[in-house]
């Protein structure tokens, strides 16, 4: 059987990566199919997993197989109290999705002799529906990230979502140990220790580090947080297992150099065995990264920040 994970619609690239990211991670002889929206994962990992990190997947669940006739559909599971169906339209095509729920819901219940429940169903059949196939999935419960508390924030910090995605990029799991060098107020070690990930916080200011340790307590998390500039991180190399980070530009940054010329004495100290993932703002791009994996995230017409995983 495989899981599947239906992508939100945006950053679909993104979402789909970081999948495939997570997935590997635990188990890297996953096999990974996709169609627009929709990445389906064989491995031994459970897809509850997945999900539990996962910051772009909208549902996800088990795929039992394909059907082209919706009259004989089946489940080879325990009949369930409930359940309800639900039609993910991902094609091009209207496919009368509400119809389509109900004749399916018809079929199975007198099948299982289940009752449908739609606001509290033991079981959740969905139909995915692409361009080319018809897919017969089910989950037993929705599953979506819990984010970590932030009792204090700063106006140019990265979002959680994106910083969740960006530690699930780096392929570290738990008792891994990830570093961010610019740690500003922790969003990133915030993330990871979330999902049992060790940190290391650096920053060379006092007053962000201060911030980064009250936002850690908040959650009863322990991150190292070190009052040093990202040279210090050349200490401390032996100990890490990936380094992710979100650049400072703009007012943020109080570096003595340009930024480009901050990204690049960076990224110099960075051995290439070391998994990194960086967020910078688009144009400031340096031949150590040219070779990575690149996303683009817009903000506005001035502003548009790069996602690199090398």
């Not at 095509?93 to 002799?113: D, H, M």
């Not at 992710?244 to 960075?270: A, E, M, N």
């Amino acid at each position: 059987m495989s899981s599947f994970f239906v992508l939100q619609k945006q950053y679909e690239d993104l979402a789909r990566d970081e999948i495939i990211a997570i997935s590997k991670s635990y188990d890297p002889k996953s096999n990974i199919k996709s169609e627009p929206r929709l990445v389906m994962v064989s491995s031994k990992v459970p897809w509850q997993k997945i999900a539990s990190r996962a910051t772009f997947a909208r549902y996800s669940g088990t795929i039992e197989n394909t059907f082209d006739d919706i009259t004989k559909i089946d489940l080879s599971i325990p009949t369930p109290k409930s359940f309800v169906c639900r039609t993910i339209n991902l094609s091009s095509k209207n496919t009368g999705s509400s119809a389509l729920e109900r004749q399916a819901g018809g079929i199975l219940s007198k099948r299982w002799g289940s009752k449908v429940s739609l606001s509290n169903p033991h079981v959740i059949v969905y139909l995915i529906i692409t361009d080319s196939k018809k897919y017969l999935g089910y989950a037993d419960c929705q599953i979506s990230p819990s984010h970590p508390k932030k009792i204090i924030k700063h106006p140019h910090e990265l979002d959680t979502k994106l910083a969740r995605c960006i530690v699930n990029l780096s392929g570290l799991k738990e008792k891994d140990t990830l570093c961010d060098p610019f740690c500003g107020t922790g969003t990133i070690l915030l993330e990871a220790e979330s999902m049992g990930i060790n940190g290391i916080g650096m920053d060379f200011d006092k007053t962000m580090c201060k911030i980064t340790r009250k936002n850690l307590a908040a959650n009863g998390f322990d991150s190292q947080v070190i009052n040093s500039g990202y040279e210090k991180i050349q200490d401390i190399m032996g100990t890490i297992d990936g380094i992710v980070t979100d650049l400072p530009y703009g007012i943020s940054s109080r570096s003595s150099v340009s930024p480009k010329k901050l990204i690049q004495d960076f990224v110099s100290v960075i051995p290439k065995r070391k998994k990194l993932v960086i967020v910078y703002k688009k144009g400031l791009e340096v031949d150590d990264i040219s070779k990575a994996k690149k996303y683009e995230i817009y903000r506005h017409k001035s502003l548009t920040r790069v996602i690199a995983v090398r």
